[in-house]
């Protein structure tokens, strides 16, 4: 290169140094304005805690392939257990990924202490045939309150199963604010014998008892009372009362602990018409023998489920109640007949049938009728009215399947009334006359 071409070479350095520097310049310009803002930080106090804090959940791992399938696999995998501030949240959390089949989710929720080997065993033999879904609408429902605001227990209801065989039982303690599930019972396999109470400590033999009692079925309500204590005419009445009075469980806390005892304890029932509207309550007393260790029965006070059926059903006259007690103790099953008549009701006809339905359970049971009338009209006439009355009802238990020899029937007139026939003037006094025309049912078991 000769020294005439210097100046052109210089030239061209300097004009590319400078187009490189503007290129370089404005690529870190871009670059800056794509990093996002620095946050400011400030540091202040949470005012309210998030209402779910879930327990740390094992990572899963990176390869899908790497996961257990099988549900016994998966459910050794279960971690600590969720805790919730809201009860029926986790419950249906707990219920949503039973019904969907998430067992990884659902043990995640009810957590390993919960979850004993045979309660894993069972759980993937009702996984693996398909008898894990929920019904609907109502998947699961609160059983009642072991402890008062402390321990409660709730059921999930499988679909398509028979009574017995269709509740997953949820028990949920409270700690530090937070339920989180301590014990799970599962329906026995089939196969095996249906027991007469899956949990058989005293709320559950409660439960048992009153859902045998609203399926009316006599013999089994029987099983879980004293009978030296409860008489078999109030667990007649009672299944009298659900069926006529159309009587459910509520849904929220059906049944309230008021006290819990080392051998008793007591519970509030709660009953809802079939409209849903709050009706009325009743107490349950159990006790636990100090032999057996076996909970039982021993009180159950109806007066204000009466009082409810008499408003509701019977025209609000207390008087007029299927129960009543009998003045040589004991309760005592009644029956109501219009004014000068030996007919039944369809009401009355009803009542008769759940009574034919317990005395078909054991030929060797036996009742006794007797038919009173009101003290209008002579003695001799009253005489045979009451003796109507007392064989319309046997005649009705035959016709229902109750072999005769079972029934004895007695008239007695005007002689024993229940409520006065006429004022302390000597006026008459209807409501005293309509609750003495009737048919008593001693059930002499």
Not at 197 to 224: H, N, P, T, Y
């Amino acid at each position: 290169m000769n020294r005439s071409q210097w100046p052109t070479l210089l030239i061209a350095l300097i004009f590319g140094g400078a187009v490189t520097l503007f290129f370089l310049m404005r690529s870190a310009r871009k670059e800056k304005a794509a990093d996002p803002p620095v946050p400011v930080v400030i540091d202040r106090e949470i005012e309210e805690e998030p209402a779910e804090v879930p327990d740390p959940i094992p990572a899963l791992a990176a390869d899908p392939a790497d996961l257990p399938h099988d549900p016994a696999s998966i459910l050794e995998q279960a971690g600590v257990g969720m805790r919730s501030s809201s009860q029926s949240d986790l419950v249906e959390k707990i219920s949503r990924a039973l019904d969907e089949g998430d067992l990884a989710e659902f043990s995640q929720l009810i957590g390993s202490q919960a979850l004993t080997p045979e309660a894993k065993r069972r759980l993937a033999e009702l996984a693996g045939s398909g008898k894990l879904k929920l019904r609907k609408p109502k998947s699961a429902g609160e059983v009642g309150e072991l402890q008062l605001n402390e321990l409660t227990r709730w059921a999930l209801y499988l679909d398509k199963a028979e009574p017995g065989r269709d509740r997953i039982f949820l028990d949920l303690k409270l700690e530090e604010g937070r339920w989180g599930v301590t014990q799970l019972v599962l329906p026995p396999a089939e196969g095996e014998t249906v027991p007469q109470a899956q949990l058989v400590d005293s709320l559950g033999i409660v439960d048992a008892f009153l859902q045998a009692a609203l399926r009316q079925e006599f013999e089994l309500a029987k099983e879980f009372v004293d009978s030296s204590e409860v008489s078999d005419a109030k667990i007649a009445g009672l299944c009298i009362l659900f069926e006529e009075g159309e009587y459910h469980l509520r849904r929220e806390k059906p049944l309230r602990a008021m006290f819990q005892r080392d051998d008793t304890a007591g519970f509030l029932a709660h009953v809802v018409t079939i409209d849903g509207d709050e009706a009325a309550q009743f107490s349950v007393t159990v006790r636990q023998s100090e032999e057996t260790k076996n909970w039982r029965l021993i009180e159950i006070n109806l007066d204000q489920l009466l009082a409810d059926y008499a408003r509701r059903v019977a025209g609000g006259d207390v008087y007029y109640t299927p129960l009543v007690k009998n003045p040589k103790g004991g309760d005592t099953l009644v029956l109501y007949f219009d004014f000068d008549e030996g007919g039944l009701t369809r009401r009355t006809e009803r009542q008769l049938q759940i009574v034919a339905d317990i005395l078909q359970t054991d030929p060797n049971k036996k009742l006794t009728i007797s038919g009173h009338t009101d003290a209008l009209g002579t003695e001799h006439y009253n005489d045979e009215l009451s003796s109507k009355r007392a064989k319309s009802v046997r005649e009705t238990l035959v016709r229902l399947g109750v072999k005769e020899s079972q029934i004895v029937t007695v008239a007695k007139g005007q002689s024993q009334p229940r409520r006065p026939n006429f004022t302390k003037t000597g006026e008459d006094n209807p409501e005293g006359r309509r609750a003495n025309r009737r048919t008593e049912i001693y059930l002499d078991f």
